[in-house]
């Protein structure tokens, strides 16, 4: 069955979002000028391209293990490398923009949950090879691709955990002195991305960033960035459309905002 609830809620979007002069946050003001709007080149972004294009030149086809909400362009078990690289990777404007709020935060440790071929991670890795990068994947076909891109990039503050978030989430979230910087892109389903965040809100602090991919993919989804929103320890939310993101600031009244990108 066809569905629409990408395409109507980005007409809605675009109609309802503000610009930076909009905005009258000094917080988010700062961080739409200096951090989302930020359009310069960065040496970081040609290198990881490179691997991205390699990608996307891979004929190979590996098996999917699919623990999420599958995809919305192809259920086959087997997939070709260059396929899946099209068409679920983070596209570089977004991938870009995740590399630039994680230097802009500066987190101790980052968690992320769905590495895909690792082009994200990597990104994330690259915003400070001083801290490690934990990412989560549920394919182990995936996890080697991903893996091997790591590998070719010279990464080596990242480890790959392979398994079901369900279960390795409580164990990293267990181990975890507090998590700062939290990026959710996988299993796109309401219950199980309510769960991640309930999860992960057990070691968040007032300067933590969690980022939540494809807030607008479905019913669903977008039902469960409603209830983040309304978290008591939710102070500040930023809608891109395609990622949203959750802060915990003390002291600031509540406020939700949706901003073009």
């Not at 003001?29 to 951090?35: F, K, S």
């Not at 870009?96 to 590495?115: C, D, N, S, V």
């Not at 796109?188 to 933590?208: D, G, M, Q, V």
Request: charged content about 25%; hydrophobic content about 35%; aromatic content about 10%.
């Amino acid at each position: 069955m066809f569905n629409s609830t990408p395409y109507t809620s980005y007409i809605k979007h675009l109609f309802t979002a503000n610009t930076l002069h909009g905005t009258h946050s000094p917080f988010v003001y700062d961080l739409i000028d200096n951090v989302i709007y930020d359009k310069s080149p960065k040496d970081v972004y040609t290198e990881i391209e490179k691997q991205r294009k390699n990608l996307l030149d891979d004929e190979r086809i590996i098996t999917i293990t699919d623990l999420g909400a599958g995809s919305h362009y192809n259920n086959n078990k087997q997939k070709k490398v260059k396929v899946i690289a099209d068409k679920a990777l983070k596209a570089p404007k977004w991938a870009q923009l995740i590399y630039r709020l994680a230097t802009w935060r500066q987190p101790k440790q980052i968690l992320e949950l769905g590495t895909c071929f690792g082009i994200t991670t990597s990104y994330l890795a690259k915003s400070n090879e001083n801290i490690q990068v934990i990412s989560v994947e549920g394919c182990p076909q995936t996890a080697a691709v991903a893996n091997q891109s790591l590998s070719s990039l010279q990464i080596k503050n990242v480890n790959v955990e392979i398994g079901n978030f369900d279960d390795l989430l409580p164990q990293l979230v267990e181990k975890a002195d507090q998590l700062d910087f939290v990026y959710v892109d996988g299993n796109h389903r309401k219950e199980a991305t309510l769960n991640y965040f309930h999860s992960c809100l057990e070691k968040a602090n007032e300067n933590s960033l969690f980022i939540f991919d494809d807030i607008h993919w479905s019913k669903g989804m977008e039902e469960a960035w409603e209830e983040i929103k309304k978290h008591p320890t939710v102070t500040l939310t930023i809608d891109l459309y395609t990622i949203g993101l959750v802060f915990f600031r003390k002291g600031q009244v509540k406020e939700h905002f949706k901003i073009k990108y």
